[in-house]
């Protein structure tokens, strides 16, 4: 062991004649390790919102999305998607129509937003279909071999929230009415359709679990008056985060009076507000560190003015006042280390049990989640660690250079 090293570490084991000593360093090691532990399980806290969110939203809606500028809807929309569905770095296109529509159960009803899908082309863009808990989405699917045909009671699937909402079970009968209704001597009235709720899905996304319902591509045609037309055309892409730049070149294939969105576009302030609350936590919780740094500042200043006879007699023997500096710079390294550690420790500790056993629940209303996620990443353990580090250090200069500055004969006059 280097004489530095050890007299460092010496002096930390060391009982002192001033136990106030010992409790300031305890209180540095334990605020350092505080302060790590939050930073990593706020980081963890981040990346696991913004990663499930991330996740949900590309499950639950296609990368790119065509529409028509003007709101007359696509028509004539079978060659333009198979010849777009043909494009480099498409994947997966699907038709879609969608439509505003109040769906009522009895005496209780809530506002949904109706998706008209051929099912077999849209489980290829999203995942919702696949999310159905209760019942099944099979039943929007034509059996094998016979065409769609018009039924008394077409089937519709519809989000687990609002089947809540309406009180509404796989197997019930529920009535969607379209506010685009027919004119008549009497006024506009609205045309509505009863269709039984085949299934139930779970996104676990408030936003599609509360207003989302999809019924046969055919059947929101016939609710809405809108025969062979669609409203979108959603694709999935090779590489979701080139959506931007993939999108341009479909929306230029497509045509004039085209365009085209994509998830990045449709969540940009979401993700930007994840992005700012990440940078202000990380800036929040590291003045812990500081403050921790502090009591590091204060436990060696404390320790160079005990020890001020230590060094006298170290410097008489000829010990530099370069090494001198040394000492006091690695036992501040060394208060930092230990706690670092045990933050690190704790802080991946806890993150992750959190992501594990999912003990905190959240208000899917409110926070679009049902949980708290957590997705510690060592990378931020390892921006955590350097500057929980590079902060003590700092803490460290003005005592190491104090007790550098000692004058042995003044030290030792009156001895």
């Known amino acids: 062991m280097r004489f530095e090293l050890f007299i ?101 009803s809530g506002g949904g937003l109706i998706k008209g899908v051929i099912p077999a082309e849209e489980q290829t863009v999203s995942d919702l279909l696949q999310s159905v808990k209760e019942g099944s989405s099979a039943a929007l699917a034509p059996a094998a071999g016979t065409a769609e045909m018009p039924a008394a009671t077409p089937p519709i699937v519809i989000g687990k929230d609002l089947a809540e909402t309406l009180g509404a079970q796989a197997g019930d009968t529920v009535l969607v009415t379209s506010p685009q209704g027919d004119l008549t001597p009497l006024g506009l009235v609205p045309r509505y359709q009863r269709f039984q709720v085949v299934g139930i899905f779970t996104s676990g996304f408030y936003q599609y679990d509360s207003s989302y319902a999809f019924m046969r591509l055919a059947d929101a045609q016939r609710l809405f008056a809108e025969p062979d037309l669609i409203s979108v055309i959603s694709f999935k892409v090779d590489n979701l985060y080139q959506a931007d730049r993939i999108g341009r070149e479909i929306e230029q294939a497509a045509g004039p009076g085209f365009q085209a969105t994509n998830w990045m576009e449709q969540n940009r302030e979401l993700f ?144």
């Open 272 to 415: 930007r507000a994840l992005k700012l609350e990440q940078v202000v936590t990380f800036i929040v919780l590291a003045l812990i560190v500081c403050v921790a740094a502090l009591n590091i500042l204060i436990a060696l200043t404390m320790m160079v003015m005990e020890k001020t006879k230590d060094i006298a007699v170290m410097m008489g023997f000829g010990v530099t006042a370069a090494q001198i500096r040394r000492i006091f710079l690695l036992q501040g390294l060394m208060i930092s280390v230990v706690g670092t550690v045990i933050g690190m420790v704790v802080g991946f500790g806890v993150s992750w049990a959190g992501g594990h056993f999912r003990f905190i629940r959240l208000d899917a209303a409110v926070y679009s989640l049902d949980y708290l996620p957590f997705a510690p990443r060592w990378f931020d353990g390892v921006i955590v660690g350097a500057v929980s580090l590079g902060v003590s250090a700092l803490a460290t200069l003005y005592p190491s250079a104090s007790a550098a500055r000692v004058l042995p004969a003044e030290a030792l006059r009156y001895e």
């Open 8 to 108: 460092a570490a010496r002096y930390l084991r060391a009982k002192r004649r001033q136990a106030v000593i010992g409790v300031v360093t305890a209180i540095s090691v334990i605020g350092v390790a505080a302060g790590v532990a939050s930073l990593i399980v706020a980081l963890a806290i981040t990346n696991g919102m913004k990663r499930d969110l991330e996740a949900r939203l590309l499950g639950s809606t296609a990368h790119v999305d065509l529409m028509r500028v003007a709101a007359d809807g696509i028509r004539n929309w079978r060659p333009l998607l198979a010849r777009l569905r043909a494009l480099p770095h498409v994947t997966a296109a699907a038709p879609g129509l969608y439509g505003q529509v109040l769906i009522s159960r009895g005496a209780r």
